[in-house]
């Protein structure tokens, strides 16, 4: 149990264009849902929390308005990486958690994006 | 967690030693932390958390102790493997803010590599 994916795995856009990310909880509802990017040889840093059917809460430094999320139902969060370049270049990890389990947090296997 | 360097620390043992890994977390009011375990590629995988009344805790090969004091964390595997091989990061959970939200706050990470 407790199955989050993400898709796609990986994706390669041109500069200029805009990239969604979805992340789906399999088998149970995530009422929190977590978004870190990765670059390589570094660790992960929080971008956004989003809570199902309110606005995402961003962490200081992260643009909001170029990355877009939508967390519009129980299972289904999606980060838009709008107007992309090349250094939005990374590893983008969703985490989601369900609510009454404070401490639980379930991590996707990460999608590895390029802009070239 | 601190800052993220552009290197990570690297730990090199023997198949069959045990590892010690150590981490520094950063808030004194954290009260969970967990250990993942990072391949190359994917998302971070649970290997066993501990919450901040305990100061050690066992799983199946690791251990984790806690030093609340001097806000200090480490991993410990025995018998290591060449399938241990990955990067370690140490997270800590921040308490339960007014929103409800508790992101991990994760450490800068160790590369672990076995030697077979």
């Known amino acids: 149990g407790a199955v989050v994916s993400q898709h796609p795995s990986w994706v390669i856009c041109k500069s200029g264009t805009s990239v969604k990310i979805e992340c789906r909880s399999l088998d149970f509802q995530a009422t929190t849902m977590f978004w870190y990017r990765q670059f390589p040889k570094q660790s992960l840093m929080l971008m956004a929390t989003s809570n199902e059917g309110s606005k995402a809460t961003y962490e200081q430094g992260v643009e909001k308005d170029k990355f877009l999320i939508n967390h519009a139902s129980l299972t289904l969060s999606t980060l838009t990486v709008t107007s992309a370049h090349p250094e939005d270049s990374s590893f983008y990890i969703c985490?989601?958690?369900?609510?009454?389990?404070?401490?639980?947090?379930?991590f996707g296997p990460g999608t590895r994006l390029t802009v070239t | 967690g601190e800052s993220v360097g552009l290197h990570l620390p690297t730990l090199s043992v023997q198949e069959g030693d045990n590892s010690i890994i150590n981490c520094a977390y950063s808030?004194?009011?954290?009260?969970?932390f967990i250990w993942y375990k990072q391949e190359s590629g994917k998302g971070p995988q649970f290997i066993i958390d501990?919450?901040?009344?305990?100061d050690k805790r066992q799983g199946q090969r690791v251990t984790v102790l806690l030093n609340k004091t001097v806000k200090h964390l480490s991993l410990q595997i025995a018998a290591t493997q060449p399938g241990d091989s990955a990067v370690y990061f140490c997270?800590?959970?921040?308490?339960?803010?007014?929103?409800?939200?508790?992101?991990?706050?994760f450490g800068k990470g160790t590369r672990l590599s076995v030697i077979a």
């Open positions: 997270a800590e959970n921040y308490p339960i803010t007014s929103s409800g939200n508790t992101p991990l706050v």
């Open positions: 985490s989601a958690k369900t609510s009454g389990r404070h401490y639980e947090q379930y």
């Open positions: 501990i919450r901040s009344n305990m």
């Open positions: 808030n004194s009011a954290s009260d969970y």
